[in-house]
């Protein structure tokens, strides 16, 4: 299912407020037992804003492109989170992908993702995404190649449903996209669609220290969160215990 696409094109100021935007959305939904997925870099800014609204954990789901050898910006396939190589074999065909150059860059982008793992995430355990409802979050998809490694990913964890959350796609790939998951929520589907960061009013790269940053700031919401449902449960707890039972004086 594909939820809130629109063919009017418009610049969002930032990617905060496309988070906040589908913040609003989501939480009308009412999913249950979510948890927010960032694909990093970009996608973290947007994620953090979703999962304060919701009240979710935030993490990282992390892909890696794999660009044509004369054109890196130009996606032909990617890497799983696990490391698995998901391609496009018509364009492998069309352009004469050689196996050497998909096996050395598979290799390459597995030693990436496990690097950004560590960087952004030290050795925090993955969290269990059985029986959830997983929204992966992006500021905005071109071709899907990263989107889909990200679906396959999580799919191997066994989530109860998985929903994609992102900013600005082209028509196209968001019927693809819709075909992978339970649902799709985009903001926008300007046509002719050459660029995401051309949707942007400011499209700044997001730093290392930004992600780190969004994830400890929404950890602590969490935590806040908690601490805030103990006290409540405490408190009606003894209240409960300060009423007499029927009869006694």
Same mark, same amino acid.
């Given at each position: 299912m ?7 094109? @418009? ?10 935007l589908?913040? #609003? ?13 960032a ?5 973290v800014?947007?994620?953090? @804003? ?20 004369? +054109? ?7 890497i ?17 992908i ?7 860059e ?20 993955y969290? #269990?995404l ?16 990263t ?7 999580v ?20 019927? +693809? ?10 903001? #926008? ?11 942007y ?8 220290d ?6 400890? @700031? ?8 908690? #601490? ?5 449960a405490?408190r ?14």
């Open positions: 594909v939820s809130g696409v629109s063919l009017i094109v @418009e610049l969002f100021s930032d990617r905060t407020e496309v988070g906040k589908l913040a #609003d959305r989501l939480l009308k939904m009412k999913l249950q037992n979510p948890i927010v997925l694909i990093p870099r970009g996608g800014p947007v994620a953090k @804003e979703i999962a304060l609204t919701l009240g979710a954990d935030l993490d990282l789901v992390i892909t890696r492109k794999i660009g044509h050898p004369d +054109q890196p910006e130009f996606a032909i396939g990617a799983t989170q696990e490391g698995r190589l998901i391609v496009e074999q018509g364009l492998i065909k069309r352009y004469a050689s196996k050497s150059y998909l096996r050395e598979t290799e390459r982008q597995k030693r990436e993702i496990l690097d950004r793992m560590r960087k952004y995430r030290g050795d925090a355990e969290p #269990d059985a029986g959830k409802t997983v929204i992966i979050v992006d500021d905005g998809v071109a071709t899907g190649n989107m889909l490694a990200a679906i396959e990913s799919k191997e964890k066994k989530p109860a449903a998985i929903m994609v959350a992102i900013g600005v796609a082209p028509a196209s790939t968001i019927r +693809q996209l819709s075909t992978k998951v339970d649902q799709v929520v985009c903001l #926008d589907t300007p046509e002719p669609f050459y660029a995401i960061g051309e949707f009013e400011r499209f700044e790269q997001v730093e290392d930004q992600v780190k940053k969004a994830l400890a @700031e929404v950890a602590l919401h969490s935590k806040q969160q908690q #601490d805030r449902g103990t006290q409540d405490s009606l707890l003894k209240s409960h215990k300060s009423i007499p039972a029927s009869g006694e004086e």
